[in-house]
C-alpha cells in the first residue's frame, strides 16, 4: 500500500502561484509515476502532469505546459506542482496519483494509477 498526502492548496488571487506537494509512504517502488490531476465542480478529472521517479521525465497537460511544473525530491519521497499566472479557470481539488513506471501515453489516464490522495482544493478568486 502506498498513502499520499497533499498539502499547498488554499484560496488565491488571479496571478498568483501557487506549490502543492504530494508526500508519499509506504511501500513506494524506486520505478514509479507521480502525478496530479484536478476536478472543478460539475467535470471529470482531468490530467495536469505527471513525473517519472526513474528517469526524472516530465509530461504535461498541452494547455498547462509552460505555466505548471511538476518535480520531484527522491529523499522526501515528494512530487511537487508549481502553478504560476493561476486564473479562476484553475480552481478544482487538486489530486496526486501514484503508478507504476509508464509510457508517455499513459501518463495521462487515471486508471493507470493505483493509489490516490484525497484532493486539495485550490480556489483563485479576487
Known amino acids: 500500500q502506498v498513502q499520499l498526502v497533499e498539502s499547498g492548496g488554499g484560496l488565491v488571487q488571479p496571478g498568483a502561484s501557487l506549490r502543492l506537494a504530494c508526500a508519499a509512504s509506504g511501500r513506494t517502488s524506486t520505478s514509479h509515476t507521480m502525478a496530479w490531476f484536478r476536478q472543478a465542480p460539475g467535470k471529470e478529472r482531468s490530467f495536469v502532469a505527471a513525473?517519472?521517479?526513474?528517469?526524472?521525465?516530465?509530461f504535461y497537460a498541452n494547455s498547462l505546459k509552460g505555466r505548471f511544473t511538476i518535480s520531484r525530491d527522491k529523499a522526501k519521497s515528494t512530487a511537487y506542482l508549481q502553478m504560476n499566472g493561476l486564473s479562476p479557470d484553475d480552481t478544482a481539488v487538486y489530486y496526486c496519483?501514484?503508478?507504476?513506471?509508464?509510457?508517455?501515453?499513459?501518463?495521462?489516464?487515471?486508471?493507470?494509477?493505483?493509489?490516490w490522495g484525497q484532493g486539495t482544493q485550490v480556489t483563485v478568486s479576487s
Open positions: 513525473i517519472r521517479w526513474r528517469d526524472n521525465n516530465a
Open positions: 496519483a501514484n503508478g507504476p513506471h509508464l509510457i508517455a501515453s499513459q501518463t495521462g489516464v487515471p486508471g493507470a494509477y493505483d493509489y
